[in-house]
Each structure stands twice: as structure tokens, then as C-alpha cells.
């Protein structure tokens, strides 16, 4: 026996838990379905669609996981089931806007079903298990000696099932935020006459930035509150029944790998889009602010900047902008750096 296969073998302890976890699942399987991120170009909304409706050869069967058991049943490479015992809590929550039910769910496998941390970008496996549907977002208290993998996350709620797309008469590439959004993920696109920073970084919704995105880049958050209406009414244009409100917003831009110059440079360029399109007006004297976030376990900080900016804008004319975004760069969505027709 060399030493990688002492290594890997079931130690005395481990050989007794895997057996226990058998008897306690009595031989469950749970199946799991390949989804892939797509990305609205209009307004950066992220949705999960099922690998079947898009290309195949975005989705290569080799390094999507560590190990796995394809379902006997059905050789789908889109598909897997897993062995192992599912545990799942259910707490009901009581809120202003909705009532629901969260499902904290854990899967224990006496084998590796997935390495969370090296899944192909823009992949995810969602577990399905009676009503359920479910994603992990951790693997816990991993211990070698005991030989078993514990998988943890929360089943889809109820107000994300919308996100996950199983068909594609589900699928819409309507603009879903009513805010300026798409305006500041058009700077992308823009090409100021000067020689501001080039090129301008790409500018991610907050909350929405793609895991471990390397600098440079930007996120950009309006804070909800912060829009409000500028007229006193909106114009409903007779011919077309269009809405057309003008409105502000309080937009946080926050530069990641920025250095000063890169900075200023930001907001000069913000300030000649704003000149040249007319999508946004600017209503306050932005100016760089330095951030702080560090790692204690290398004594460092990043290069972390926001910028705040108040704006005006027309939301009507922000569905003008998406058109254009849409008609520059038709109608490609992003699954992991692969580009793909839509459903």
C-alpha cells in the first residue's frame, strides 16, 4: 500500500460514520440539475437556467466536480445523483411585505460531491428533493479523519423562484430595475473624447459582482430611498401610453484596485458621459472617498474607494438606454465568460 492510498482510506472512526450515515439515509439518493448564470446586458440581473436550455459545450462534464455519481437512470450530463442523509429546518418568518417559510438544509456524503470552491464560474448544481429546491453555499466542519462532507445552504426562497428558469417561456430580456442602472452599466460601453482612464472599468450591480472578480473593477449601489421624484407628475404620452417620470437618485460607486489618479479620472469621465448623452444629470459635487477593508493575516488594506453621486434622470429614458445597450450587444448574456444566445 503506498502512502496516497493510506491517505484516502477510511480510517477505523470514519469507516464507522460512513455506516452510520448509510443507515441513517437507508440508501437516499438525492439528484442534483447543471444550471448556468446568465446575465441580463440590460440591467446586470443575474438568473439561473437550466443547463439543458443552453449550449452544451458550455457545460463540459470534466471539472464541474471533484467526484460524482451520474444517476444510473438517466446519463444526462447535466444531471448527478448524490448518495448520502438530508437534513433540512424549516423556520417561518413573519415580515411587513411577505410571509415565508425558510429551509436551512444540510447534506452529508460519505464521499466528495462537489468542490464549492473550484465549480466552473457562472455554474451551480441545485439539489432537489420533494418540494425543495436548494444550492449550497459552504462546506462545514470538515474533519479528514471522519471521512465525511458536510454541504450546507438554504432552500430557493419562495420570492427568488422567479431566478430560476426551467423554461423557456419563463425567460424574459425585459429590463426588470426601474432606476438609473442601466445608465452607469452603459459606461462600459462609452468612449469619452479625452483621455480619462481607459479602459473605464466594468461597473457590476451591488450585491451582484461575479465571486473572486479580480481588480479593477466597480459595483454600483442606489440606495432604494434615495430615489424620488423631481416633478410633481408624470407625462403620459397620448400617442403611446409611455410614462415618463423625472426623477433623482442617490447612487454609491465603489472602485476596487483604484489608485488616485484612476480615481478622479472616474468621476471626470462621469461627468463628460453625462455632457454627452444626456442619460444622467448630476446634482451634487462627487468627490473620492477612501475606504477601509483589510486582512488581519496580512497586516494590508485594499485599495478600496466610493464615490457618491446625486443624480437626475428620466426612468422612460432609461429604457431608451437599455435599447441601445441592447442593440450594441445583441442579445449575448455571459455564463461564465461564455457567451450564449438566449432561451
Not at 102 to 118: A, G, M, P
Not at 243 to 254: A, E, F, K, N, Y
Not at 307 to 319: A, K, T, V
Request: proline letters at 6%; hydrophobic letters at 40%; aromatic letters at 10%.
Amino acid at each position: 500500500m503506498d502512502a496516497s492510498e493510506l491517505f484516502d482510506g477510511k480510517t477505523p472512526i470514519g469507516g464507522d460514520l460512513a455506516e452510520g450515515v448509510k443507515t441513517v439515509a437507508l440508501d437516499q439518493r438525492i439528484k442534483f440539475r447543471l444550471y448556468g448564470r446568465v446575465i441580463l446586458p440590460i440591467d446586470g440581473y443575474v438568473f439561473w437556467v437550466n443547463a439543458k436550455l443552453l449550449p452544451q459545450k458550455s457545460f463540459a462534464k470534466s471539472g464541474l466536480v471533484t467526484a460524482q455519481e451520474l444517476s444510473k437512470d438517466d446519463m444526462d450530463p447535466c444531471a448527478l445523483e448524490a448518495k448520502g442523509s438530508l437534513h433540512y429546518t424549516t423556520e417561518i418568518r413573519q415580515e411587513e411585505t411577505e410571509n415565508y417559510a425558510t429551509n436551512r438544509v444540510v447534506f452529508t456524503s460519505i464521499e466528495e460531491v462537489q468542490n464549492l470552491n473550484e465549480i466552473a464560474p457562472g455554474t451551480m448544481w441545485i439539489g432537489e428533493f420533494e418540494d425543495l429546491r436548494f444550492g449550497f453555499s459552504s462546506s462545514t466542519m470538515r474533519y479528514r479523519q471522519a471521512g465525511l462532507w458536510h454541504y450546507s445552504g438554504f432552500a430557493v426562497y419562495p420570492d427568488m423562484a422567479t431566478q430560476i428558469i426551467d423554461d423557456a417561456k419563463q425567460f424574459s430580456a425585459d429590463q426588470v430595475v426601474s432606476n438609473s442602472l442601466p445608465a452607469w452599466l452603459a459606461l462600459a460601453n462609452y468612449k469619452p473624447v479625452y483621455a480619462f482612464w481607459q479602459p473605464i472599468p466594468t461597473l457590476f450591480p451591488s450585491f451582484l459582482a461575479p465571486q473572486n472578480e479580480p481588480p479593477p473593477f466597480a459595483t454600483v449601489h442606489i440606495v432604494p430611498e434615495g430615489t424620488k421624484g423631481l416633478a410633481s407628475a408624470p407625462t403620459i404620452d397620448r400617442a403611446t401610453s409611455t410614462h415618463t417620470q423625472l426623477c433623482s437618485d442617490h447612487v454609491r460607486i465603489t472602485l476596487w484596485g483604484a489608485r488616485n489618479t484612476h480615481a478622479l479620472d472616474f468621476i471626470d469621465a462621469v461627468n463628460q458621459y453625462s455632457i454627452d448623452t444626456g442619460a444622467i444629470g448630476i446634482m451634487n459635487i462627487p468627490v473620492v472617498r477612501d475606504e477601509k477593508r483589510t486582512q488581519s493575516e496580512m497586516g494590508i488594506i485594499a485599495m478600496k474607494k466610493t464615490i457618491d453621486f446625486e443624480i437626475s434622470y428620466l426612468q422612460q429614458r432609461m429604457n431608451d438606454v437599455a435599447q441601445q445597450t441592447i442593440r450594441k450587444a445583441v442579445p449575448s448574456f455571459f455564463i461564465g465568460g461564455v457567451s450564449a444566445s438566449p432561451p
